[in-house]
């Protein structure tokens, strides 16, 4: 019997298993993933938007449909503006609700692994576990003062800091959430000068520099707001970490995902671990992810580790 490829559950990479060991394991949740629990994908969401408006008779579903073509990105901008011009806030939060609620634990799975989150997401599925109100030290001991505090939601760029990662379970909304709307990234302004902020820029070389970084529920229509990432975050960034990709793929596309691996691979670093999408396509996510949190042992920063945070805060 010939091999099935892909598996339908890739092998953690050892490089996965020694950083959660280390606690500097990162999980990087995108939009694939919530949209395992009803939420709308961004191209749902943009068409959802401007159809809000063409209700409101801000535009015509005329209109609606000759932006179609257009990618999620630029509709979302060109809503945004529409909203604005009529004097409006373009509610997203209230868009972004599931319409349908699934019974999927797949959030349970990665909240159960009890690493760091960063999410471009905006919804609070990665918000409020119990287990994120603890702060394990390099010696063992749990600051219970230190891990109160990380149930507040951290969305906005002062927020960012160089040792934010090495708090087990704390979870980073990269571009806002859905609890504080004014933290939303969503036109291709705010975009612009989130990336271009020193918080958020700092924030993603340290991130790439000393963390194993693992992204999860990033399709292609994502794959700018990645390299945006990339761009930010690894340029002057000198890491022996490693960086993956959980990519689904069909049985028939083993060229494209050789294609895809050389430029995941040799632009940004970053290794494409494929799974099998020919039984319960993207679902097999949560398979995934119940397997890796049996698996991933979250420990304790190292203390030579710690002593490096403690001398470049003390440069800074």
Known sequence: MSEIWPQPVPVVPPEVVQAAKECNLVLFIGAGVSRLMGCPSWPELADAALRHLAKKEFISFADVQQLASLDPKKRLTIATQIAEAAGERLEIEKLLQPQKRRDCKVYDYINGIGCACVTTNFDPFLDGNPTKARLTMGDGSVDVDAGTRLTKVICRPAQLSANLLRQRGVAVHLHGSETDPGSMIVSHTQYLEHYADDHVQDFLTDMFARHTVVFIGYGLEEAEILEQIFRKGVQGAISTRRCFMLQGFYSHQKQMFKHLYDYWNN???VELLPYNLDVM???????????????LEIGNPLLADDLNYVLGAADE
């Open 267 to 269: 632009t940004f670093g």
């Open 281 to 295: 396509e993207y679902e097999q996510l949560e398979i995934i992810l119940k397997d890796w949190a049996g698996r």
